[in-house]
């Protein structure tokens, strides 16, 4: 069993549609980070937050907003997706020591489909 | 901007085969990660490799690290069925920056 976990496991929502993608993990890990990943391919990077607040975001689309209510919770809040927006959406944490190249614990992501 | 080449892109064998798998730069990590991603399923770490000439084996599988740090290769050896899935190397790279991933390698061992 993974030590992330994510919710909900599959997703398939319209492109004017209001969703989240809920994440949580419990192992003190004050880093935590969403990405996309195309089938095949690796994690696309996505948002770091650390200790928190956002700390890196990769030029996302503002369709995509994240945020992180405590240390324990990340959330991805999607609106207006496009069809290329389609794919499977993870989460990872990991320890923060010089930086965010710690080993990364991912969760097992949620299946995105947008129609 | 730091770089990670991962070859082959796609394998498929036969079981019992054996594999290595490269992930080449012209940058110095600090460190490099192998993860392996079984379908359905988030990428698993399965090992960290930190010093220059560092070989880790974890069952058949075995890593090494470049004395340089550059680069690190996964050889598999007797590949069995429950190794199919993408394999993934990332880099360590400067201060306060994420980990950087190689485009990973699909791996098919068929019985």
């Known amino acids: 069993d993974t030590e992330v976990t994510q919710t909900p496991k599959h997703l398939v929502m319209g492109m004017t549609n209001k969703k989240s993608l809920k994440c949580e993990q419990h192992?003190?890990?004050?880093?935590m980070y969403w990405y996309k990943q195309k089938a095949k391919k690796p994690p696309e990077l996505m948002f770091v937050y650390s200790y928190e607040k956002l700390s890196i975001n990769e030029s996302v689309p503002s369709r995509f907003s994240p945020e992180c209510p405590n240390s324990s919770l990340l959330n991805l809040h999607l609106h207006a997706l496009q069809p290329e927006d389609s794919a499977l959406y993870l989460c990872?944490?990991?320890?923060?020591?010089?930086?965010?190249?710690?080993?990364?614990?991912f969760g097992d992501g949620t299946r995105l489909s947008i129609l | 901007t730091q770089l990670l080449e991962q070859s082959p892109q796609f394998l498929s064998i036969q079981e019992g085969e054996n594999l290595t798998v490269y992930c080449n730069s012209s940058s110095v990590f600090s460190s490099l990660q192998w993860y392996r991603q079984e379908p359905g399923e988030g990428p698993v770490l399965l090992v960290t490799v930190v010093t220059g000439g560092e070989v880790k084996k974890l069952k058949r599988l075995t890593f090494q690290f470049g004395d340089a740090r550059k680069d690190s290769s996964l050889h598999i050896t007797a590949a069995q069925p429950g190794d199919t899935g993408l394999y993934l190397c990332?880099?360590?790279?400067?201060?306060?920056?994420?980990?950087?991933f190689g485009k990973g390698t699909t791996l098919s061992v068929s019985s």
């Open positions: 990332a880099g360590a790279g400067q201060a306060g920056t994420a980990l950087i």
């Open positions: 192992m003190g890990h004050r880093a």
């Open positions: 990872a944490s990991s320890q923060i020591l010089m930086g965010y190249n710690q080993p990364q614990h």
